[in-house]
């Protein structure tokens, strides 16, 4: 049996649910190109139901209207993912599921789209002080599953961030 979560993820996936326990504060997740990793991730943490609330694997433009409330406007002109759109997902899923913070991520994990290159993700983290907005590239090019992998721990990473207060808005 292969290990899970994928090694990668494991350290922060453990942090981050060590200080939502500590802490007595909950986190929702609403993720693209991620595939459920982050969620994942959380979730096979001892005690996830003490700080997790529920995700969202918003994979198409069809999941994003019907569970995140998109409408024409959002997709009309869609040119691939932002930290604006992130960061929308990010608020929306953190009202809906009543949790202290929501992190949210959407990349390109491989082939290249025509909007973005393969290793490019958007994040966000939603708290009661703001959304806290990250984006970068990870380098692995059209590697799909390792950019799976870089999302989840970028976006966990964002998370431990904001929750420690060393996150900047």
Not at 132 to 160: I, W
């Amino acid at each position: 049996m292969a290990e899970f979560p994928p090694a990668q993820i494991r350290p922060i996936a453990a942090e981050v649910a060590k200080l939502l326990k500590e802490k007595k504060e909950s986190v929702s997740v609403a993720e693209t190109a991620a595939g459920g990793l982050i969620s994942a991730a959380l979730i096979a943490q001892p005690g996830a139901s003490a700080f997790y609330r529920g995700g969202l694997t918003l994979y198409t433009l069809e999941s994003r209207v019907e569970y995140a409330g998109w409408t024409d406007a959002d997709y009309k002109d869609y040119r691939g993912p932002t930290t604006d759109i992130v960061a929308g997902l990010a608020t929306t899923t953190r009202t809906k599921l009543d949790s202290t913070y929501c992190v949210s991520e959407s990349g390109t994990a491989g082939p290249t789209s025509p909007n973005r290159a393969a290793g490019y993700v958007a994040l966000a983290v939603a708290s009661e002080k703001g959304v806290f907005k990250k984006e970068l590239s990870t380098g692995l090019g059209g590697d799909r599953e390792g950019n799976m992998v870089a999302f989840a721990v970028e976006g966990l990473t964002l998370l431990r961030d904001v929750i420690k207060g060393d996150a900047k808005l």
